[in-house]
């Protein structure tokens, strides 16, 4: 029998499958997103003048966004404690960070007790939900808090069903069946609409105190709000340096009041 040569990945013709279509793009923007590029997007793509003006304005409002506020303030004061050990921080939606969780790409991360699933989670804050309205719309009820039958005189801006599971709960739990025209998928694009005029929606108060947004805020009674906690895959098996971060965090922030999931 004929001894069979090994082929060497060196002498294989690779060129059948080396094959792409050649193409041009009709337009490379710069990196990243400036005042410049939204204007010359804008003109390329030859838009109307308000669709400039709202993307404007949305630039101007998330150059002033910042992560929640504790988040600095966690980074600086354990560093302070142990600069030895070196953070990493990503910031992505629910299901981003249950993802990065369940696949080690991260090791802990903030989330809604609602959108923990089979995670470990610590409650650490109770966050209210508040009704938010536009500055010039006139109530169809009085006082410092808004009721869930006034909220069903309103039209809605709301956000799709996969995107906020706190908001979908409380809106499914009222009895609040929106019809909303408008559906959006980030919290500054909400508020955008409702700002100018679109209609009303719900937020958590943490998120509005970023938002310098010429709104209303109502808080809703009854009480709604949310649960955000510290979630893990295992409390019970991280690295020293992890578990040293978890336990600093959980003594260091939870809320003095007793919060539940």
């Given at each position: 029998m004929e001894?069979?040569?090994?082929?060497?990945?060196?002498?294989?013709?690779?060129?059948v499958y080396d094959i792409k279509n050649n193409f041009e793009y009709s337009y490379i923007a710069d990196a990243g997103l400036t005042e410049d590029i939204i204007r010359e997007i804008w003109s390329?793509?030859?838009?109307?003048?308000?669709?400039?003006?709202?993307?404007?304005k949305s630039l101007e409002i998330y150059n002033r966004m910042e992560i929640p506020?504790?988040?600095?303030?966690?980074?600086?004061?354990?560093?302070?404690?142990?600069?030895?050990?070196?953070i990493e921080v990503l910031q992505g939606t629910y299901d981003d960070v249950v993802y990065w969780i369940k696949n080690g790409v991260v090791d802990m991360g903030f989330l809604s007790a609602s959108s923990a699933g089979d995670l470990s989670i610590v409650p650490l804050?109770?966050?209210?939900?508040?009704?938010?309205?536009?500055?010039?719309?006139?109530?169809?009820?009085?006082g410092e808090y808004i009721g869930i039958d006034e909220m069903k005189t309103y039209p809605f801006v709301a956000q799709r069903e996969s995107t906020d599971a706190d908001i979908q709960n409380f809106l499914k739990g009222s009895a609040l069946d929106v019809h909303a025209k408008y559906h959006v998928v980030d919290d500054l694009a909400m508020?955008?609409?409702v700002a100018h005029g679109f209609g009303i929606c719900i937020m958590p108060e943490m998120v509005m105190k970023d938002i310098p947004y010429e709104v209303k805020c109502y808080p809703i009674k009854p009480e709604a709000y949310r649960i955000v906690g510290l979630a893990t895959q295992n409390s019970e098996f991280m690295a020293p340096a992890v578990s040293t971060m978890y336990q600093y965090i959980i003594e260091h922030y939870k809320q003095k009041d007793e919060v539940d999931v």
């Open positions: 001894e069979r040569k090994k082929t060497q990945v060196a002498d294989m013709d690779r060129g390329n793509k030859n838009e109307p003048e308000w669709m400039l003006d709202f993307r404007l506020n504790w988040i600095p303030d966690i980074l600086h004061s354990f560093h302070k404690l142990y600069p030895g050990i070196v804050y109770k966050d209210p939900l508040l009704c938010v309205m536009p500055q010039n719309m006139e109530r169809h009820g009085d508020v955008s609409m």
